[in-house]
């Protein structure tokens, strides 16, 4: 089922229950009805936003590139033409069957006026949260940028793509780990301990 279907659907059964619970509190109480119809247009413009703002989240998420974001606007356009000619309709019909006072409107005023009217209320907020919810998206991706930049490990100087260290050739042969100068049995200078150390024969006396 296309996206906007469902999110047209979603919005008519909203619209609808707000409607008909309206007509029954209001017909209750009706010193207090201009409160409570603000209430129930609050509760619509609410989900929309709620709605689309969630929308507008993932598919920033998804889709990074602003070249690639789907296209939410014609979405929830058909959305909201959904939501006004058929909650239009379903008001129109439950208030010829039933007690539930939804107002004196004809069918011909709620497939026009009123579901022009119930469209807008669906549309703009709906594009306002996917603008807000696109630009927390993009914000939120470019901290999280800038904190694995700042936390990852620098690359000490000398150390190579292999993690070697700048002095790693010198352990091929003549380096501080091997060669003649590491051999225990030498001294500090260089030369064997058990080297002679007399630069001449001894000359001894003939006997």
């Given at each position: ?17 707000t ?30 936003l ?15 590139s ?71 998206a ?13 936390t ?10 292999a ?45």
């Amino acid at each position: 089922m296309n996206s906007w279907i469902v999110r047209g659907l979603g919005m008519t059964f909203v619209h609808v229950v707000t409607r008909v619970a309206l007509g029954v509190a209001v017909a209750a109480w009706p010193l207090h009805g201009s409160l409570m119809r603000w209430l129930g247009l609050a509760v619509v413009v609410l989900a929309a936003l709620v709605w689309a703002g969630l929308d507008g989240i993932r598919d920033a998420r998804a889709h990074p590139s602003e070249r690639e974001e789907a296209d939410l606007t014609m979405t929830w356009l058909k959305a909201g033409a959904v939501a006004g000619l058929l909650s239009g309709a379903l008001c129109w019909l439950i208030g010829s069957v039933s007690d539930v006072s939804l107002g004196e409107n004809s069918l011909f005023f709620e497939l026009t006026s009123g579901a022009a009217f119930t469209l807008l209320l669906v549309f703009v907020p709906a594009m306002l949260a996917v603008a807000v919810g696109r630009f927390i998206a993009h914000r939120d991706a470019q901290k999280n940028e800038a904190t694995e930049d700042r936390t990852a490990a620098p690359v000490p100087v000398g150390v190579g793509a292999a993690g070697g260290d700048e002095w790693a050739h010198e352990d091929d042969g003549y380096g501080f780990a091997e060669g003649p100068y590491s051999d225990p049995a030498t001294s500090a200078d260089g030369y064997p301990d058990d080297a002679p150390t007399e630069a001449f024969r001894a000359v001894r006396p003939q006997e």
